[in-house]
């Protein structure tokens, strides 16, 4: 190609603006692909305070007006969005003389937008498929599911290829979209391990007293306080570890089951063993992983499972259901400790051998940090979904749109 | 001249009025030398056709099978009137003068293709959402609301067929006068008008680059 490979990234969130995983996704692949030598445009809602336009560590980023009138429910804003989203980019692509390679979408939630650039431009569309209805809601039950189910479809079936970032993905979306196996490419989630460097010599003893007393052991868990992440799990393991070792519950994060939850732990005469954040910054959470001896991850179901990664990044040893993307991050005995879904015995067994033994927590550290320098760093990352850029161009190349 | 007319019925799929008028409006302009291309929807006879009229028919069905309500329906149809109107484009080195849009369906569609493609268009009113809702302002036909909006403000004319449609499309969504033609569909010499509100738009939309 005698320029720059140009891509085009469609999503629904971006820095600082952040709802899940898609944002600081497409923020890693975005900066890692730039310092690839990728030209990289995106494309997303906008946020108070953010310029509409502005050039973020080599990624130009434009923010357009995301609907703000009031709509009937979530999807309908959703493809409203879109048509603002589609109006400004084909504006954008159109100031560009059409110098953009590929469209790339991360989720259903621009899957209006893309596909409708995709062929007023011709050019080929690649989607990421971070999650999907039929898994959300284990099933789909109604209309409003259903519709969204086949925007998903329809997103999938106009992609080149469909990205996943976990095998486990990759065969949940070919059985949920009934796609040919070689539309399907794995290039899985990363994490930066920059910052817990920053967090590795500093002293924490200090931090650490606010969340348990020296002689107790801290075990971790992170994420929603929803059914899917398993929560009532650690719960019901809790009186099983504390025969064995004296250790603190640090359970971070918000979501529907959190009174439940405190609830069940108080008629349990739990309360002083358990601790309730909520929501924490970032940089709170990376010294809180540091801290922790053991980082359990029970979830139920898990397209890939990011915070077991996060975990493995500050050295924190990792107990894992073995399911989804989980099953695959980590290696057992060797880079974590696996347990059966949804057995509190079996988890308690897990986080005991951890917190007893250790040398053996010590290998497993060292080994999963090791794994994740290797396997999730952004730079690989960036090269393999580049690698699929080029394979993608070399086909379009042949194509009559070409 | 070549044509493309974006309308959400067309014979054999009559919902209401629109659907005769546009016909009409088709063979009439095919009369006059105008290719015409008609993009529209139907459920199964997808495809391009060629009618004895003249005029080439685009029907595209909707991918997303099931839905909320008309909204939500009209959304995920217009990425297929832009991929009828884009293969449209490049099947004819992409040259077409100009899109004429039909009410408030696929303005999203037009919109996007005046963005992409320099191609201008026409906002053909039929109806507006204030009165077939009888005043209702839910989020639901605030939503059309904002769509026939967005249609206005980007539309290089608005033709309307009474001087009463001109008056409260000027009432309700502040549009310049100057913007709107009136012109009474069948009345003597009113393709004429459209010929000459048509022949108004060719190339006048020029993105700098």
Known sequence: MSRELTVMMLTWEFPPRIIGGISPHVYNLSKSLAKNGVKVYVVTCDFPGAPQHEVIDGVEVFRIDSYKNPSPDFATWVYLMNVNMQKEAAALVNGLDGKVDIFHAHDWLVATASIGLKHVFRKPLIATMHSTEIGRRNGIHFDYERMIHETEAWLTYEAWKVICCSGYMVSHVQWAFGLPADKLVMVPNGVDVEPYGKVENEDLSSFRSKFAMPDEKIVLFVGRLVYEKGVHVLVNAIPKVLEKVNAKFVVVGNGYMKEQLSNIINYMGLAQKVIFTGFVDDETLRKLQKCADVSVVPSLFEPFGIVALEAMAAKSPVVVSDTGGLSEIVEHDVTGVKVFPENPESLAWGITRVLTDEDHAKWLRENAYKRVCEKYNWNLIAQQTKDVYETVLKEYSKSFWA | ?209
């Not at chain 2, 493309?4 to 008028?21: C, D, K, T």
């Not at chain 2, 029907?59 to 009137?81: F, I, K, M, S, Y």
């Not at chain 2, 001109?166 to 003597?188: G, N, T």
């Open chain 2, 1 to 209: 001249m070549r044509v493309i007319i974006l309308s959400w019925e067309y014979p054999p799929r009559i919902v209401g009025q629109l659907a005769y008028y546009v016909k009409e409006l088709g063979v009439q302009l095919v009369k006059n030398n105008v290719e015409v291309y008609v993009v529209t929807y139907h459920d199964y006879l997808t495809g391009l056709y060629n009618e004895p009229e003249g005029i080439k028919t685009f029907r595209v069905a909707n991918p997303v099978r099931t839905h909320t309500g008309v909204l939500t329906w009209v959304l995920t149809l217009n990425q297929e009137v832009e991929r009828a109107a884009s293969n449209i484009y490049y099947g004819a080195n992409k040259h077409i003068d100009l899109i004429d849009a039909h009410d408030w369906h696929f303005i999203p569609a037009a919109v996007t293709l005046k963005k992409a493609l320099n191609i201008p268009f026409v906002y053909s009113v039929e109806s507006l959402e204030e009165h077939r809702s009888h005043g209702a302002n839910s989020p639901f036909n605030m939503a059309i609301k904002s769509i026939e909006w967005l249609g206005m403000y980007e539309a290089e004319k608005l033709i309307v067929k009474s001087e009463w449609m001109r008056d409260e499309v000027s009432r309700l969504y502040k549009v310049p006068l100057e913007k709107v033609k009136v012109i009474q569909p069948k009345s003597a010499g009113w393709i004429k008008e459209v010929l000459e509100t048509y022949k108004s738009l060719k190339g006048r939309v020029d993105y700098e680059s």
